[in-house]
């Protein structure tokens, strides 16, 4: 099987004013103290951000990522923001298809394909979300769901371009909740299968599977250790320079 380099992305979600630049330079500076990271290093703040991000994070490594696009690439829609603009900003990745925008914006599987293709089309390196809530899990669906999810949500052109996965279970969001490490196990191994069988063994394993919801520094190198977990998508813990760093070290 590849060895896949790590990814820890931060997502900074609505969180962050000008200030919170300083939290950025804080962990420039722990990144470039010590050995260099063995994870691959992404910040995806508010869009009001980005750019500052992106210029301010380029001398240590540190990239920039969206946390959201729309599926045109331009016109009138009011208030949303196009991949080739995330791009222009400095941006090489973007979240699509995180549950709070499912739950808070109806967004279907459909529509985070055509996002996750518009974020191909700009350049960009979708990372798109799946995972399930406690209802589903307790009635034992969760793969079924994710299966689903992911076979929707993820466009055929993941052939040939580059893309994340990220699986995280909406009950474990912020909540301070997370799966066994067994779970997690279990359901990585399920979505590498479903990526081996859908774009063959060498590309199916190259895709990186992400986990997300309440990655702490404590818990950190427990879940970044299972097999199949090739990084963390991190909220809550991406805000503070030392926490973000401690699991980023966790790698
Ligand atoms: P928390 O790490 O705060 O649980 O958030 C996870 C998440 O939603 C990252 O996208």
């Not at 500076?29 to 990271?37: D, F």
């Not at 210029?55 to 599926?71: E, F, M, P």
């Amino acid at each position: 099987m590849t060895t896949l380099s790590p990814l820890i992305a931060g997502n900074w979600k609505m969180n962050g004013l000008t200030h919170s630049l300083d939290e950025l330079a804080e962990l420039a500076r722990l990144m470039t103290a010590g050995a260099a990271p063995r994870a691959v290093v992404v910040v995806c703040p508010p869009a009001t951000l980005l750019a500052a991000v992106a210029a301010q994070g380029a001398s240590s490594g540190i990239l920039a990522g969206g946390q959201d696009c729309h599926t045109d690439a331009s016109g009138a829609h009011t208030g949303d923001i196009a991949a080739g603009m995330l791009a222009d900003a400095g941006a090489q990745f973007v979240i699509v298809g995180h549950s709070e925008r499912r739950a808070g914006h109806s967004e279907t599987d459909d529509e985070v394909r055509a996002k996750a293709e518009a974020a191909i089309g700009a350049g960009l390196k979708p990372i798109i979300c799946v995972g399930e809530t406690e209802a589903e899990r307790d009635a034992g669906t969760a793969e079924s769901v994710i299966a689903a999810q992911l076979a929707a949500s993820i466009p055929d052109a993941a052939e040939q371009h580059e893309l994340v996965v990220a699986y995280e279970p909406v009950w474990a969001i912020g909540t301070g909740r997370t799966p066994s490490v067994e779970d997690i196990a279990a359901m990585h191994a399920s979505i590498r299968a479903g990526l081996v069988e859908r774009f063959g063994s060498e590309r199916g394993e190259s895709i990186r599977i992400l986990y997300g919801g309440s990655m702490k520094p404590h818990n950190a190198r427990e879940i970044l250790s299972i097999e199949n977990v090739n990084g963390g998508l991190v909220g809550g813990a991406s805000l503070l320079a030392k926490d973000f760093y401690t699991i980023i070290s966790a790698v």
